[in-house]
Structure formats: structure tokens, C-alpha cells
């Protein structure tokens, strides 16, 4: 089995269920026995370090062609999900990289982020093909790339409707997403005519609207490109500060998210009265990240001088 076969089984593979013949070849391949099934909170891996990979599989992506996270009897359905490739590596790589390029020759080459918890410099490679992604992270010791991440092309999931779960625990959620079809944050080509008009004439719910045009889900690519960052930092308390963001909003107006009062606790209600209180907020934030008074603490661009 040369490098190139195992570069072709790993596309292959990715997306797929882990007992599609192509995940069980792949793990084959790895000299493993096939994926086991992942669990709410828990991913699988299968690696070779002497091969430089290291491949994970996962039941809840969001991705569209594999939400929700569904069950097969029992056990939750399991996709393979990603995968890291390392320099010792030998097989196929995305067009234009290579392991001996330092941060200035992938800065040129590449979109160049400063992203995740640890800040880490990610850069943006061409996907190897529909539905996946590809992203090379600096070792900004050694000036090389660290590792090279290929995966199924997940969106950022500013909220979510999962199946079973009560609704109520959205609302606030729900605020956020009808403010932001109300203002301009949506895709132009997100919506219809008639769901904007069923909201700026109070027809709907922000929670029904949630549920019905949004299909229970508002992510990264129901929003215009350029409000990508400010959504995701908003809606996962990942701002700085981190005062200003979603859930300590929803705290400072209503006292408490929904999702987080006590059995019995009175939960605010999906009423256009209280989505009129917290609006304002949304507005300022935006506006505080216009003027950069507020920023993502994981995912904004370096300064204009290190972009190479």
C-alpha cells in the first residue's frame, strides 16, 4: 500500500459512516481494527504514528448532510470526522503545500488566522474536495508547519433545535437569530419574503421562526461572511471581554438563560416584549465590534504587518 493509496482512502472515507467499506479499508489500511461507535462528548481515534496520521471519528457534526445525530438500534450512528497529518507523513498533500514552507511562504500563499484557545497561527488550504476542509497549523518554535488537519467542512453553530430537546432552552437563542434577520446579518438568499415579513409584523414567534424558516438551525452559513466572527464569538462566550457576549447578556436582562434555571424555575418566554428588551444589547455589540472595542478571542486576523 503506497502513500498516495492512503491519502485517497482518507478522502474517501471522510464523511462516511464508520461501517462504510471505505472506513473499514481506511482503518485497514492503518493496520487497525475498524472504528468503534463514538458517544455524545466522546470521539474515537485511530492512528500510526510510523504512517505521521491520525484519524477521528465522531456521532454529532455540524455538517447538514450529517445533522441531526441519529441512532442505529443502540449505538449512535458514527461518521469519520477528521484527521491530522504530520510531517513524517508521506503521502498526497493539498496543491501548493509542503512541510518546508515557513510562516512567510504559507502567509503568501495561504489565508493566514490567528485561531483556538491557544491562538494558534492556522492557515487555510484549498479542500481537497467538495464537503471537506483543509487547514495547516505553525509550529511557531521550529517556523513549520505542525500538523496538517483535514476534515468534513463543519459549519460554527450559533444555535441549534436538537431533536427530543425542549424548545424553551432556545429562546434567547431565538432573540438573537430573528434580531439578526431583522438587521441585515442573514444571507440575502438565506429567507423568503414572507418568513422576514411574518417577523417584522410580529406574525411569528422568534422561536417558531427558529423552528420553521430556520429549520432549527442558525449557523455560520445562514449569516453573511463577514459576520461569521462576530456570531461565533458573540454566541459561544468567546469575546474580549468576555463580558460581551451572548450568555452574559441573557443574564444581565432576563437573570438567568433558560437552559441554566433550576426545575420549576419560571424560564423567560418566547414573547416579542422580551425580545424588545434584549435587542438593544445585540445592536451595541455589533457596533462595539465595528469599532473594534470588542473582539473574538479565538478566531481574528493578525495585524496588517504580519500578514506577510
Excluded at 274 to 292: D, K, M, T
Amino acid at each position: 500500500m503506497t502513500a498516495t493509496d492512503l491519502t485517497d482512502l482518507l478522502l474517501d472515507a471522510l464523511g462516511k459512516r464508520i461501517d462504510d467499506p471505505a472506513a473499514v479499508a481506511l482503518a485497514q489500511a492503518l493496520g487497525k481494527k475498524p472504528f468503534k461507535t463514538a458517544t455524545p462528548g466522546n470521539s474515537v481515534h485511530l492512528g500510526s504514528r510510523k504512517l505521521g496520521i491520525e484519524v477521528g471519528a465522531s456521532m454529532n457534526l455540524t455538517s447538514r448532510a450529517h445533522f441531526p445525530p441519529r441512532k442505529d438500534g443502540r449505538t449512535w450512528v458514527t461518521w469519520v470526522s477528521h484527521a491530522f497529518v504530520y510531517p513524517n507523513y508521506a503521502g498526497a498533500l493539498p496543491p501548493g503545500f509542503d512541510w518546508s514552507m515557513d510562516d512567510a511562504a504559507l502567509s503568501a500563499r495561504f489565508r493566514r488566522r490567528v485561531e483556538g484557545g491557544l491562538e494558534e497561527i492556522r492557515y487555510a488550504l484549498p479542500p481537497p474536495r467538495d464537503g471537506l476542509r483543509a487547514k495547516a497549523t505553525l509550529d511557531e518554535d521550529d517556523d513549520r508547519p505542525l500538523h496538517l488537519l483535514l476534515a468534513v467542512a463543519e459549519e460554527s453553530d450559533y444555535a441549534t433545535l436538537y431533536p427530543g430537546t425542549d424548545p424553551a432552552h432556545c429562546v434567547e437563542d431565538a432573540f438573537f437569530a430573528a434580531w439578526c434577520a431583522l438587521n441585515g446579518v442573514l444571507r440575502d438568499d438565506r429567507l423568503g419574503a414572507d418568513a422576514i415579513a411574518a417577523l417584522r409584523e410580529r406574525r411569528t414567534t422568534p422561536l417558531a421562526f427558529l423552528a420553521g424558516p430556520l429549520d432549527g438551525l442558525f449557523w455560520e452559513n445562514d449569516v453573511r461572511p463577514e459576520h461569521a466572527a462576530f456570531c461565533h464569538a458573540y454566541s459561544k462566550r468567546l469575546m474580549k471581554p468576555e463580558s460581551a457576549a451572548a450568555l452574559p447578556d441573557v443574564q444581565d436582562v432576563f437573570g438567568e438563560a433558560n437552559d441554566w434555571r433550576k426545575p420549576g424555575e419560571a424560564m423567560t418566554e418566547d414573547r416579542w416584549d422580551n425580545y424588545e428588551r434584549i435587542a438593544p444589547r445585540y445592536a451595541q455589540r455589533l457596533e462595539q465590534w465595528r469599532r473594534g472595542e470588542i473582539r473574538s478571542m479565538v478566531d481574528h486576523p493578525p495585524p496588517a504587518d504580519a500578514a506577510g
